[in-house]
Nanobody, 125 residues
Framework: QLQLVESGGGLVQPGGSLRLSCAAS????????IGWFRQAPGKEREGVSC????????NYADSVKGRFTISRDNAKNTVYLQMNSLKPEDTAVYYC??????????????????WGQGTQVTVSS
């Protein structure tokens, strides 16, 4: 059974940091582009950051550039999202997803076939 499990979410003050992890089971992430997405209440799911199958290329939403960093450790079958300088507007449920249909760091939601259950990130004082 293919499964992605996110962890690392929580409550953090503005300006703080969190590191999200996305661990895969039942399949090897080496063959997939991976994306992090988020969905706030009343809003559509949006791409936050994506990484190519090779890990060489990355892509970031303008709203998180310079603050978030995506990385992958294929040996651990895990992808990470380091989030620094968090803002209240970063509050959302964060999802990781895997795409077998692209090798590039593309963040189109419809490209991604396998999704985790999500982890809540709340940025508030």
């Amino acid at each position: 059974q293919l499964q992605l499990v996110e962890s690392g979410g929580g409550l953090v003050q503005p300006g703080g940091s969190l590191r999200l992890s996305c661990a895969a089971s039942g399949f090897t992430l080496d063959y997939y582009a991976i994306g992090w997405f988020r969905q706030a209440p009343g809003k559509e799911r949006e791409g936050v950051s994506c990484i190519s199958r090779s890990g060489v290329s990355t892509n970031y939403a303008d709203s998180v550039k310079g603050r978030f960093t995506i990385s992958r450790d294929n040996a651990k079958n895990t992808v990470y999202l380091q989030m620094n300088s968090l803002k209240p507007e970063d509050t959302a449920v964060y999802y990781c997803a895997a795409s077998p249909r692209t090798v590039q760091a593309l963040c189109g939601v419809t490209l991604y076939d396998y999704w985790g259950q999500g982890t809540q990130v709340t940025v508030s004082s």
